[in-house]
C-alpha cells in the first residue's frame, strides 16, 4: 500500500461557526487504504467556549461532557501525526478542514494535506440523486450511520461512502478531484 494512498476521513462535532469563536467538541479520523480501515482515533475536546442548547441538542454533546476532556492543544500532536501527509477527506471538508488546521496551527502544527470533499465527490459520482447531505446519502446507499451529528458515526459513514465510489469505479474521480484540489 502507498502512503499516499491513505486517506484520513475526519468529522468534527463543533460549537458553531466561525471557526474563530468557536471550538471543536469532538473528532474522528478512520484511516482508511480505499479498500481497509487501518486504523481510528476519537475523542471528545474541551472547546474551551460554551455548548449552546441548540448545538447540545443536534450532537448529544453537552458542557458536562467535555468538561474533563482535553483541550484540543494536548491531543494536537496525535492528530497531526494522524493526518501528516494522508489524504484529508470530509463530508463538507469546507468546514472540517479549516477548523482542524486552523487549531493545529494555534498549537505550533501546520497541516498541509491534499483535501478531498466527499460532499463535492457524491455530486459527481451520484448525479441523479436530488441531495447529497450524508443522511440523504447513508439512507439512499443503505450505509449504517446509528451516531449520525457524532463525529464517530459520521466519519465511519464517510469512509463507507468513499469506499462505496472507490469500489463502484470512482477512482480515476477521485484521483482527478484531489489533483485539482475539489
Do not use: W
Not at 482508511?32 to 450532537?59: C, H, M, R, W
Amino acid at each position: 500500500m502507498a502512503f499516499e494512498n491513505m486517506y484520513a476521513i475526519v468529522d468534527i462535532e463543533t460549537t458553531g461557526s466561525p471557526v474563530k469563536d468557536n471550538g471543536i467538541t469532538e473528532i474522528a479520523i478512520v484511516l482508511y487504504d480505499g479498500k481497509n480501515i487501518e486504523g481510528k482515533y476519537q475523542t471528545l475536546i474541551n472547546p474551551k467556549v460554551g455548548i449552546s442548547q441548540f448545538v447540545a441538542k443536534l450532537t448529544g454533546i453537552s458542557n458536562d461532557m467535555v468538561a474533563a476532556a482535553p483541550e484540543f492543544s494536548e491531543v494536537a500532536e496525535n492528530i497531526f501525526r494522524l493526518l501528516e501527509g494522508r489524504i484529508f477527506v470530509a463530508h463538507n471538508a469546507g468546514f472540517d478542514f479549516p477548523y482542524v488546521s486552523h487549531f493545529l496551527k494555534a498549537s505550533g502544527f501546520y497541516l498541509n494535506s491534499k483535501v478531498l470533499c466527499t460532499l463535492n465527490l457524491s455530486r459527481r459520482a451520484f448525479p441523479n440523486l436530488p441531495k447529497h447531505g450524508l443522511e440523504f446519502l447513508c439512507s439512499s446507499l443503505k450505509i449504517d450511520n446509528h451516531s449520525r451529528h457524532r463525529a464517530g458515526g459520521d466519519a465511519m459513514a464517510t469512509t463507507e461512502l468513499l469506499g462505496i465510489i472507490l469500489n463502484n469505479g470512482g477512482e480515476r474521480l477521485v484521483k482527478s478531484m484531489i489533483q485539482n484540489g475539489i
